[in-house]
C-alpha cells in the first residue's frame, strides 16, 4: 500500500491539514474561542451553560495548510436528561479520528469531578493535546484556580493562557496548531468557512437571543426550525418556529402583550442585518412540540 498519499498532500506535500477538537467543561469559552480563531462568527455564545448543541467546524486556511476547529457541546459527567445524552453521545464522536485537541478550562472554576471525567476522557486519546486556560483578561483574584491548571501542563504539548473574547494570544496557539498538525490533503475546498448551512447558522442566532432574553430554564425547553428563508432584491424574509416543551413555556416565551417574543425578534433581526448587509424582516411563530428534543 502508498501509505504516502494518505499522509502528504499530492498537490503540495508541505502542506498541513487535520481536524482539532475543542473540548471542556460547559461555559468555559469554547464557541467563542472558535469564533476567535476563524474570525467569524459561526457559533452562538451565551453566559448560560450548555449553549451549544452541534458539532460546529471552522475552517481555517493559512500557508501552511488548513486546521478544521470542531466546536463541541459542554461536557457533562451525568446525563441529566435525554438532549444532554445526546450532546454527551456526540461530544465523544467528535473525539473520535482527530489530529489535535485543544482542551479549555476556566481559571475561576474550581477541578472538581466534572474537570476530571474530561482529562479521563481526552487521556485515552493518543494525538498531541494542547491546554488552553482561557479568560486571561479577568483580574488574577477572579482567576482564583490558575494554579491548579498549570500543574497540569506537563502532560500536554503546550500551554496557552489566552483570552477568546479579546482576541488576547490566540496567534501563538494557532501557530502552534499548525506546527503539531499533519502533513495531509485539506478537508474542505478553500471557500467553505464551516460543515452547516445557512438556515443551521441562522436558527442557531434566533436560539441565542432567547438565551439572552429568557430567564433559568426556559431556553432550555426551545429548539428552533426556519420555515424559509426568501431573498428578494432589498430584504431576506425569515420565517422561523420556536418549539418548546409545555403550554407554559410557550406563553412565557411570548410574554405579556407579545413582549418576549418581540425582543427576541428584534435582536436577531439587528445581528442578522449587520451580517448579511441586508435588511431583514423575521416572522416568529412558537409551538409545542414535547418531542423536538428527537429531532436535533
Ligand atoms: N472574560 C472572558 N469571558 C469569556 C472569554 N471567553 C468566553 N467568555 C464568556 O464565557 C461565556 C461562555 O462562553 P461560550 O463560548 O458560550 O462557552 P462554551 O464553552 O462554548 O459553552 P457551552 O456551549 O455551553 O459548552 C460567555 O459569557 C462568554 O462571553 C474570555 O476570554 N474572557
Ligand atoms: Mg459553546
Not at 476522557?121 to 482561557?134: D, G, Q
Not at 502532560?155 to 496557539?173: G, I, K, M, Q, T
Amino acid at each position: 500500500m502508498d501509505t504516502e498519499n494518505t499522509t502528504s498532500n499530492p498537490e503540495n506535500p508541505a502542506l498541513k491539514s487535520g481536524l482539532i477538537t475543542l473540548v471542556g467543561r460547559s461555559n468555559v469559552g469554547k464557541s467563542t474561542l472558535l469564533n476567535t480563531l476563524i474570525g467569524t462568527k459561526l457559533a452562538i455564545v451565551t453566559d448560560k451553560p450548555q449553549t451549544t448543541r452541534n458539532i460546529i467546524h471552522g475552517v481555517l486556511n493559512w500557508p501552511q495548510g488548513q486546521a478544521v476547529f470542531v466546536d463541541t457541546p459542554g461536557v457533562f459527567k451525568e446525563s441529566r436528561n435525554f438532549l444532554s445524552g445526546k450532546l454527551g453521545k456526540r461530544v465523544h464522536e467528535s473525539l473520535e479520528d482527530i489530529d489535535l485537541v485543544i482542551y479549555v478550562v476556566d481559571p475561576t472554576k474550581s477541578v472538581g469531578a466534572e474537570e476530571r471525567y474530561i482529562m479521563s476522557l481526552i487521556r485515552k486519546i493518543e494525538v498531541p493535546k494542547i491546554l488552553v486556560i482561557n479568560k486571561s483578561d479577568l483580574p488574577r483574584q477572579e482567576k482564583e484556580f490558575l494554579d491548579d491548571y498549570l500543574a497540569l501542563s506537563e502532560n500536554y504539548s503546550a500551554v496557552f493562557e489566552l483570552s477568546a473574547l479579546h482576541n488576547r494570544h490566540v496567534e501563538p496557539l494557532r501557530e502552534k496548531v499548525f506546527e503539531l498538525l499533519p502533513f495531509g490533503e485539506p478537508l474542505y475546498p478553500p471557500d467553505q468557512l464551516t460543515n452547516t448551512d445557512p438556515k443551521f447558522w441562522v436558527s442557531e442566532l434566533i436560539r441565542e437571543k432567547i438565551f439572552k432574553a429568557l430567564r433559568k430554564e426556559v431556553p432550555y425547553t426551545t429548539h428552533v426550525e426556519i420555515v424559509d428563508i426568501e431573498e428578494k432584491p432589498d430584504l431576506y424574509v425569515i420565517k422561523a418556529t420556536i418549539y418548546t416543551l409545555d403550554a407554559r413555556y410557550k406563553k412565557m416565551i411570548i410574554g405579556a402583550h407579545g413582549r418576549a417574543i418581540k425582543e427576541i425578534g428584534i435582536a436577531a433581526r439587528k445581528e442578522l442585518e449587520t451580517a448579511l448587509n441586508k435588511k431583514v424582516f423575521i416572522e416568529l411563530e412558537v409551538e409545542t412540540d414535547k418531542h423536538w428534543e428527537e429531532r436535533i
